[in-house]
């Protein structure tokens, strides 16, 4: 009964508070539709959202031909989303706003042009061109998703996520490596992250028991925050079910005692293991402050799972007591469940990134998304790039571009219809865009800025 009554009161008070925020325009309830004057309230906030320095919560800059750009690939020969591929027209856009491009199209003589453009730039600029890129498209600081740092990178603009998933795949993996090709193609690499960190750790081979193997665990994660490391990733959604069961320790030390010398565990068996260890890299970063992102959303490759990888999956994890001083970010909003997965950061440690979803969709679309999640929670949502090398010619950097100008144009438009229908008054609009381009993301790795 008393709950019932504070409830009540809270109700009350919210209802006050937001009607005294929403003196203007509003008047009462909010309009249906956006008026005529949408057009001149976008033009009015643009100006202003263009001017806010960006935080870039995901992304994987980089130069083609760094192999430590990301943890996996995609085969060559899968499917892009249209907007993706190395000839959407935007792209010479981004060229000509970067690089001066000259020409219209993308032929692949024009390609050279760029590439030899991108190497004179590389020559002149050295360790700054990615900066430069940076203050080119309005980003001040870039989360940069990466197996390692590189020099060209400096951290006075570059802040490192490491991924962590090599340590769900100590065992033999030619049983899940013979599921699809995509498979085949990443295993080697999840197994080659994982040699390169137990020569690291000065190990000839794997612990010999589970306890050994959380301490090497740990201290690689040490190494890698003394290193700079400012949070953690996981692709595992591209290998198995974002649903985690929580099995005993007892299990993982039997399962671990069996497998880490040789043999290959049953499906059972492998997947109560990984539910295990991807608990304990969740209280690890809990204890260490290292924000936890997850790919949350659909996947490159022919074979990922959109039932497997969806986002509610994990709503067991996110809402368990226990995580409470987990920060979770939600890569790509669940997209394409960004919908629903905004319900998700109810939860005040949980978070949602919009990287990849503002490529995947054009603005118009982009900000119908975007409505829902300003008009939801806003104050746990974060912008993204997810910007990657395409192929030689069309890279990180054109991505950057694409990524920034698509969500000022999707973000401006939300807000200007939600100023026109009578929702928010420009104030709160601009306090909004604020927090999801910059302030939201800067606060959760401790920034300096
Ligand atoms: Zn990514």
Partial sequence: MKRCNQKLVWLTCMAVASAAACTTPAQGQARPFSGSDVQTIYQRLLGQINQIPVFDNHGHPGFPDDSDVDAMTISPDSALPFRLRENNPEMAGAAKALFGYPYNDLSPDHLRWLVQRKAEEKKRLGNSYFSHVLDLVGIETAVANRVAMSDYLPATRFRWVFFVDSFLFPFDNRQLASRNPDQKLNLPLQEKILRRNIV????????????GYLSFITRILEENQKAGGVGIKFEIAYFRSLHFDDPSQQRATAIYTKYHAGGVPSAEEYRDF??????????????????????????????????????????????????????????????????????????????????????????????????????????????????FPLGDAIGAEENYWLATQSASVALTEALAEMVSAGEVNEDQALHMAHAYLHDTASHLYGSVH
């Fill in 274 to 387: 990984q539910n295990f260890i991807f608990r304990y890299l969740l209280r690890e970063a809990g204890q260490l402050h290292l924000p936890v992102q997850i790919h949350t959303a659909v996947g490159g490759g022919d074979y990922f799972s959109l039932q497997d990888g969806n986002v509610l999956n994990l709503e067991n994890v996110l809402r368990d007591p226990r995580y409470e001083n987990v920060t979770f970010i939600l890569l790509h909003g669940g997209f394409p469940y960004e919908r629903q997965a905004i319900w998700l950061a109810a939860k005040k440690n949980v978070y949602l990134d919009s990287s990849l979803m503002g490529i995947f969709l054009y603005p118009d679309e982009f900000k119908k998304s975007l409505r829902v999640w300003l008009e939801t929670f806003p104050n746990k949502i974060v912008f993204g790039s997810d910007a």
């Fill in 200 to 211: 690291r750790a000065h190990f000839e081979q794997l612990p010999a028991d589970l306890s």
